[in-house]
């Protein structure tokens, strides 16, 4: 599809192969997100009811999180090779595959400790087959949008995350509202993962309409394509590593810890019913599918620089309060903090969809994403586990908040370094 402007003709995909990519990410984080709102019926169902059960699965989430980096490795060298499109159908295939196999998981009680290893293993393959998705998704956006509109039509790919974050929540909610007890931990768990292999099934046979990227296809036709993008990358991209690290380390942190963790944090912590806990959860999810759009929008308006600059510095001043304000013993304050943390993460997510692809020329683009992706593994599945072990260890109830604040104010001098690529892709690009 060509657009014509001011003499220009820009090479942009058709809404419907937009609209595809942009929505599909609601798979990927149903997925992450289910696992983590159902740690606590989990950790009972494969690794029984003893004090370092709700510790070995979080550790499970994040074993199977550094697959993620190796994943992006291999499925960005493809991507960069062969296509975006290509990438996008084999991960989503091995997705539908893997949680298929989760709902149908024998539990402890059946095959003992086993039931445990099967998990880490199918947890193992999502983490691989997730490696390709996020960011051959806002790839794929990026290359195939109008250019003044890059920022908004890449947040809308974390906004159908957020969707997907919410649609775990609230199924997650019912189905232990509805299946108590013996009921949800012998079948009742099951329900959300069978829910989720019907949401990766049907995306992938969307997907299929999906055309190739017009920026590859340009690259490929001009035979510009390189048979070792990671090796081009590594020697001559380190700056645009560096700063997608950075923008990674701050979407992760804030998300882990402040949406996915929240719910197990409220139940460990707080004191909250797992129920209540979960509806909380939702609530919080919604309103970032909110903010996600505007945080685009306010990107491709005055730049991504001082749009993430701003999301920066309030998760260095806002998140420790916010933890406290959860512990006030009630659903009024819990709900506020969780809401304004959501809505940081939401932010940081919206605009680093746009502003970290921009940071690499095309041909090398998805290898480059690729390396950020270890700043995920590190400051995203390795968080919940690290933050419930501290409060577990320390007894100080506001070392989630910390972690987040920490992390942030690293990332500000890297962050406020950051060129403006509001205006025009590195490398020349999709036009």
């Known amino acids: 599809m060509t657009l014509t402007t001011s003499g220009t003709t820009l090479h942009i995909l058709p809404r419907s192969s937009l609209a595809v990519a942009a929505f599909s990410t609601v798979v990927e984080w149903y997925d992450f997100t289910l696992y983590l709102f159902m740690t606590t019926v989990l950790s009972r169902v494969f690794f029984g009811s003893g004090a370092g059960s709700l510790l070995t699965t979080l550790a499970v989430f994040a074993i199977a999180y550094v697959m993620r980096p190796l994943g992006a490795l ?143 296809a340009g690259v490929q036709q001009a035979s510009a394509t390189t048979s070792r993008p990671l090796r081009q990358v590594l020697r001559f991209q380190r700056a645009a590593l560096y700063r997608t690290f950075a923008i990674s380390a701050l979407g992760s942190i804030t998300y882990y810890v402040g949406i996915t963790y ?100 095309v041909a090398g683009r998805l290898s480059g994403l690729a390396v950020a992706t270890v700043a995920t593994t590190v400051f995203g599945g390795l968080t919940p586990y690290l933050a419930q072990l501290l409060v577990d260890t320390s007894g100080w109830r506001l070392v989630p908040g910390v972690m987040v604040a920490a992390v942030a104010l690293a990332t500000l001098p890297v962050l406020w370094r950051l060129p403006e690529t509001s205006h025009g892709l590195r490398g020349g690009d999709a036009r």
């Open 74 to 216: 291999v499925f960005g060298h493809l991507g960069d090779r062969y296509g975006r499109r290509q990438v996008l159908l084999a991960s989503m295939t091995m997705m539908s595959i893997a949680m298929l196999a989760t709902a149908l998981l024998p539990i402890r009680e059946q095959i003992g400790p086993a039931a445990g290893l099967l998990l880490l293993l199918l947890r193992c393959v999502m983490g691989f087959s997730v490696g390709g998705e996020y960011t051959g998704v806002m790839t794929y956006l990026v290359e195939g949008a109008v250019p003044r509109r890059r920022g908004l039509v890449a947040s809308l790919a974390a906004a159908a995350s957020e969707i997907g974050a919410l649609l775990a929540v609230a199924v997650t909610a019912v189905t232990t509202a509805l299946v108590r007890g013996p009921a949800l931990e012998s079948w009742g768990w099951r329900i959300p993962f069978l829910v989720g292999a019907v949401l990766a099934a049907g995306t992938l046979i969307a997907r299929t309409v999906m055309r190739e990227s017009p920026a590859f």
């Open 262 to 361: 929240v719910p197990t944090y409220l139940v460990a912590v707080g004191g909250f019913a797992e129920d209540d806990a979960l509806w909380l959860a939702t609530v919080a999810s919604a309103a970032v599918i909110a903010v996600t759009p505007l945080a685009g929008w306010l990107a491709d308006r005055f730049g991504r620089r001082p749009t993430i600059l701003v999301f920066a510095f309030l998760s260095v001043t806002l998140p420790v309060a916010m933890f406290a304000i959860m512990n006030g013993g009630g659903h009024t304050p819990a709900l506020a903090g969780a809401v304004v943390l959501a809505l940081l993460a939401g932010g940081v997510s919206a605009v680093g969809a746009s502003a970290s692809p921009e940071q690499f020329p």
